[in-house]
């Protein structure tokens, strides 16, 4: 099983939820985040005034999947959430040691 986590840009979040659907995820966790990478910030005006804005608006999506889809899962996300400009996120792919779903206590794959 394996973990797989995209920073993406935030209009792109149902465009990705779109793309996982006909792959049969059938859950993922959001997150509202911030930070920065290459981009380093932003300037921006508020009132006449310019100041620079160092960590950017960002969603997390975590997604548990069991090893024979990961590969699809990602290549969705890469699709789905592409826009060619910097900024696009990153996705990291994590191993998961063990999963138990809470209210029937099934574990492994199943328990996805």
Do not use: C, N, W
Not at 5 to 14: E, S
Not at 66 to 92: N, P, R
């Amino acid at each position: 099983m394996k973990l797989i986590t995209a920073i993406i840009k935030p209009f792109k979040l149902d465009d990705v939820r779109e793309a996982l659907s006909p792959l049969g995820i059938q859950g993922l966790t959001v997150s509202e985040v911030k930070g920065f990478g290459r981009q380093k910030g932003q300037t921006e005006i508020y009132r006449g005034a310019e100041y620079h804005v160092s960590f950017l608006p960002k969603i997390k999506i975590e997604i548990a999947v069991a090893d024979d889809v990961v590969e699809s899962v990602v290549e969705a996300i890469l699709q789905s959430a592409h826009t060619g400009k910097i900024g696009d996120g990153k996705i990291f792919v994590s191993d998961l040691a063990r999963v138990i779903r809470i209210r029937t206590r099934e574990s492994g794959d199943s328990a996805l």
